[in-house]
């Protein structure tokens, strides 16, 4: 484990230490750092944060890692830590606080494509980052966006121009392995109309002391794209996760994104989609499995803001040991969106009576002619489909055991891409085998 | 099980009630005049709020938490209104010459 | 011949009518047609010169008027104090219009209480005439509790519950004639800072029902209270406590009404039950204020072994509503059901749901909810299920549906789930629609209007709520919805 540097905390003295870069980035930098000091550590006492409590969150973080020089990187540590890394277009690697390594097939760059450091990104082409960057994720929405966007550094810019087709996958995997660090990372996808890509971003460390990551997604999907969103967070023990997602859909846009949660202490994972134009399509899928004292918050939000869109969430959960998982859900149909068809699925299984779930699927609707629905539920591994299944000669704890397969089979499912599938069936049988 | 002690005597008026921290945990010590003093868990089983910011009902034998208004009996920790619906704990108490005394797990 | 009802629409009333004969059912129909029925106003009838405004003052004086114990005027000036420091809800309906300094906290239209309703001055009869509440008294009502204003102007127990020993009277009596049962359990269920409009009503309630049935006494007749609002700017704070000792029966009806006025009147109600071991309580409302009024109530039930309580509440009136009957289930085995059906028309916010907290294990509790929203309305479900450590087995579902008649209508749905049990079973389900083409298409096609095919459709959707009321109820809530699915009305 790589010891975080001496600087701890955020002001303006450890901004100023940060390495410059281009202008419009440094007077978000500046404005972002003024929202972070004004902004107060979201309060239980507000609906959106009802369910965790930061008010004890000790911010004496180190505000930069340094991902360390290419010689003493370790790149086949990384890539074993992250697992199986199937065949990619393009794999970028942030090591702690920065970009330490980023490879783009040959080929995609003479079409247009765009895959790289962010801040390089916003130094090469200001055009395409500067009205995209924190467009669909303002700094000011929270202490912590706010944070993120004064002291980010690194991140991955995805620009994929019109009526390019990227068959094969991009990655980013961002690596933690600096203790008592914070890290920013932020994902920003541009993509043309008419376009299609798959990204994945996966985001690993080894147990730390403590670390925070408080990571942004924006995600600008132009009209008629194909885009499809992976993101596995798999951070170790001791890592705090705070990340915001948010989508736009252009016009028949065809959106499809997938959140795993597996790691951190606690997790708190926010993913939206804002349907914007007409004929849009938003697949939303989540799986996560908590266990030991692990917390999750998962919020999801299906804006409906144009008419004749579709959107479909199913989030599944299972908790173990004393793990606690909130899901909250939100379906905005917005006055002007009718003929909207949008659904809304929650469902949980806990496996041990020290857990606890809640799950607040909430639909707000202001058009008439929809047809919305949402459905929750929490509840234990069903004692007649064990009873069936010792019945049939099967032991009890395998008998769980396929039944808890059984109830992810159905998210499993609808997830595209296999190697994707196959790491998100293991990390269940990892967490089906372990302890707590 | 041992005897820490809290605070003295003087430390808590007549009718009120002070928050201390007890090996890591919150405690509520309430004096309730000629019927002595008590201690609770300070933290309402409904709400997470500090008891010891709500009032005393010192005929009642009673504490009431400031956020929802559930008051708990100062002698068995059992909710007396709802919508709290669990108990707080209980510590046992003793004034050793002005002494508050109060018994917690080790 | 049915004591609630009246269309949502405000537009269309005449002057106040001076008759105060009744009314038959047909004529009843008519004036329904015409617009909100129960938009007559009676003359002025207080005792004493109301004052605006609310203060401790205020508070003595209500306390003092009533010659109560000091135990409970404290206990009012405390729970004054709690809605003094207490904000407004941030959630749930815009409330920023109520003007606490606007309002009338106390208005006594009678010097007492009648047993005879020949014996209350001219014009407050009529309006219970009117409303047919005498009438319906005879044909199946086991009491009758009638509140004018502040309080119970008339009461009444059939004999043969009263020998019983079946308590049922004014709330104000209850503390009077009953002071150890009541200060035994008044505000053990809502706590007097339980919410700010909870701390409201324990400052200023005044009037309401109290019950008690003793242990394996069933009563087969429903026991009624009427709420009427005359006054403009009215505040009407009744307070209601039932205990149904072991192994009893109730079924509890409330109705309610009151005149158009252009400025605001508030309602907010305190309702507290006790379900002992293996008692049954259903309470039955049908919420029917004019669209001028704001119906903030807190309703709370405890039940304990084996014990079912039931809410049924239809909230098809007020300008704003924010309700959510609860249950506590704290023994072993309680049942709890609540039944919702709303409704919302123009400038109207109808905020309604249920609450179920499972405490004791094998407890079990159903929440059904029907909302309609049109003409601009806005419907909400608001429901918590929560499970505490220690409810093994506990099971509970929950579905709501939605219909939106036009584009200008909204449903919101806000349900929370908290499960702290793994042997907990809980499940969530929701749609929101429109009324479907083909359907209205087929009915059409059958020679149905096509205001009627609405009015059939609606009244199919909310079938599960009314087959659970009296009769008389479900077939003039049926009435209603025909009526607000007409185009002249809509």
């Known amino acids: 484990m790589e010891p975080a540097t001496k600087v701890q905390g955020f002001d303006e003295e450890a901004l100023s230490a940060l390495s410059s870069s281009t202008l419009f980035v440094e007077a978000l930098r500046k404005q972002a750092l003024e929202e972070f000091l004004a902004l107060p550590i979201p309060s239980q006492e507000t609906e959106e944060w009802r369910y965790t409590d930061l008010s004890d969150l000790d911010l004496s973080f180190a505000p930069f890692a340094p991902g360390g020089d290419a010689e003493s990187l370790n790149r086949g540590k990384i890539l074993q830590a992250a697992g199986v890394v199937g065949e990619r277009a393009g794999l970028q690697i942030q090591r702690n606080s920065e970009v330490v390594s980023t490879q783009l097939t040959e080929g995609l760059g003479a079409k247009g494509v765009i895959f790289g450091d962010l801040d390089r990104a916003a130094e090469e082409h200001p055009e395409l980052v500067e009205p995209h960057l924190h467009a669909l994720v303002p700094t000011s929405r929270t202490k912590f966006t706010a944070l993120h966007g004064a002291f980010r550094t690194g991140g991955t810019f995805l620009y994929v121009p019109p009526a390019v087709t990227v068959e094969l996958p991009l990655q980013t995997l961002t690596y933690l392995d600096a203790d008592g660090a914070a890290v920013f990372p932020h994902t920003l996808i541009v993509v043309g109309q008419d376009a299609e890509v798959t990204f994945i971003d996966r985001y690993v460390s080894p147990a730390l002391s403590r670390a925070l990551s408080v990571g942004i997604t924006e995600i600008h999907a132009g009209a008629a794209s194909r885009v499809r969103y992976v993101s596995i967070q798999e951070w170790g023990d001791g890592v705090t996760h705070l990340g915001v997602q948010r989508a736009r859909t252009g016009r028949d846009t065809e959106l499809r994104t997938v959140a795993i949660g597996f790691g951190a202490s606690l997790a708190r994972a926010e993913a939206e989609t804002e349907l914007a134009e007409p004929g849009g399509f938003s697949e939303m899928l989540g799986v996560f499995f908590a266990d030991g004292t692990q917390h999750f918050d998962h919020r999801s939000l299906q804006d409906h803001v144009a008419p004749n869109c579709k959107s479909d969430l199913l989030y599944k959960g299972a908790l173990k040991g004393e793990s606690r998982a909130v899901y909250s859900g939100w379906v905005h149909v917005r006055p002007d969106a009718q003929k909207t068809d949008a659904m809304q699925t929650s469902r949980n299984i806990v496996l041990s009576d020290r857990a606890k779930a809640d799950a607040i699927p909430n639909l707000e609707i202001e058009a008439n002619d929809v047809r919305c629905g949402h459905a929750a539920s929490v509840g234990p591994v069903e004692e007649e489909q064990v009873f069936y299944l010792q019945s049939r000669g099967i032991r009890r704890d395998e008998a769980e055991r396929l039944i808890v397969f059984g109830f992810f089979q159905e998210v499993l499912d609808r997830i595209t891409l296999e190697e994707v599938r196959d790491s998100v069936s293991h990390a269940i049988e990892q967490e089906l085998a372990g302890e707590g | 099980m041992g005897l820490v002690k809290v605070c003295t005597a003087a430390d808590v008026p007549e009718g009120e009630v002070r928050r201390f921290q007890v090996n890591g945990r919150e405690v509520a010590v309430v004096n309730l005049g000629q019927e002595g003093f008590r201690a609770v868990d300070a933290i309402c089983s409904h709400a997470h709020y500090f008891l010891d910011e709500g009032e005393v009902d010192v005929d009642l034998e009673t504490i009431e938490c400031p956020k929802h208004g559930s008051t708990f009996d100062l002698n068995s920790g059992k909710p007396r209104t709802l919508p709290a619906t669990l108990p707080v704990q209980v510590f046992p108490v003793k004034n050793e010459s002005d002494d508050i005394l109060i018994e917690v797990e080790e | ?490």
Not at chain 3, 41 to 54: C, M, Q
Not at chain 3, 274 to 297: C, E, F, H, M, P
Request: with cysteine; hydrophobic share 35%.
């Open chain 3, 1 to 490: 011949m049915a004591v609630f009802g009246g269309t949502l629409r405000v537009s269309g009333n005449g002057p106040p009518r001076e008759t105060n004969v009744a009314v038959s059912q047909e004529e009843h129909l008519k004036e329904l047609s015409k617009g909100y029925r129960f938009d007559w106003k009676d003359a002025d009838h207080s005792v004493f010169t109301p004052k605006r405004g609310l203060s401790a003052a205020v508070v003595e004086e209500i306390s003092s008027l009533k010659g109560e114990p000091d135990w409970m005027r404290k206990f009012r000036l405390k729970a004054l104090k709690h809605f003094e420091a207490r904000p407004m809800p941030w959630w749930g309906a815009d409330l920023s219009d109520i003007d606490f300094e606007n309002i009338y906290y106390f208005i006594r239209s009678t010097e007492k209480q009648a047993k005879n309703w020949e014996d209350l001055p001219e014009d407050i009869r009529g309006t219970w005439d009117k409303l047919g509440i005498p009438e319906a008294e005879k044909k199946y009502l086991g009491g009758v509790s009638a509140q004018y204003e502040s309080e119970v102007v008339y009461h009444k127990i059939k004999d043969e519950l009263d020998q019983m020993g079946v308590l049922f009277t004014d709330m104000d009596s209850a503390l009077r004639d009953h002071p150890d049962i009541v200060k035994e359990y008044f505000g053990t269920i809502i706590p007097p800072n339980d919410n700010k409009f909870a701390s409201l009503n324990s400052a200023v309630w005044s009037g309401g029902s109290f019950i008690y049935v003793p242990p394996g006494v069933h009563v087969d007749i429903p026991l009624q209270a009427y709420f009427r609002i005359n006054a403009e700017n009215m505040g009407q704070f009744e307070r209601t406590l039932i205990i149904a000792d072991e192994g009893s029966y109730v079924h509890y009806v409330e109705g309610c009404s009151a005149p158009i006025y252009t400025s605001d009147s508030l309602h907010s109600a305190v309702v507290e039950i006790i379900v002992k071991k293996g008692a049954r309580v259903r309470y039955t409302t049908i919420q029917n204020w004019s669209t001028n009024v704001y119906n903030l109530v807190t309703k709370r039930a405890a039940a304990y072994e084996d014990a079912v309580m039931e809410w049924i509440d239809g909230n098809i009136g007020s300008k704003v509503t924010m309700k959510y009957p609860s249950i506590y289930l704290l023994g072993k085995g309680a049942r709890g059901e609540v039944l919702s059906v709303a409704y919302a028309g123009k400038g109207m916010h109808t905020d309604a749901g249920g609450k179920a907290v499972h405490v004791a294990p094998y407890t079990t509790s159903i929440i059904t909810s029907k909302s309609v929203s049109k003409d601009g309305g806005r419907t909400g479900y608001r429901g918590l299920i929560r499970v505490e450590p220690g409810a093994h087995h506990a099971k509970s579902n929950v579905r709501c549906d939605a219909l939106i008649l036009d584009e200008d209508s909204r449903s919101d749905t806000y349900p929370y789930i908290e499960v702290e049990e793994e042997t907990a079973a809980l499940g969530h389900e929701a749609t929101v629609s429109k009324v479907g083409d083909d359907q209205l298409f087929y009915l059409m096609s059958r020679g149905l209007s096509e205001p009627a095919a609405t009015a059939m459709i609606v009244n199919g959707f909310i079938e599960p709520i009314t087959r659970e009321l009296p009769m008389e109820y479900a077939v003039e809530l049926n009435r209603l919805i025909e009526l607000q699915m007409e185009g002249s009305v809509g």
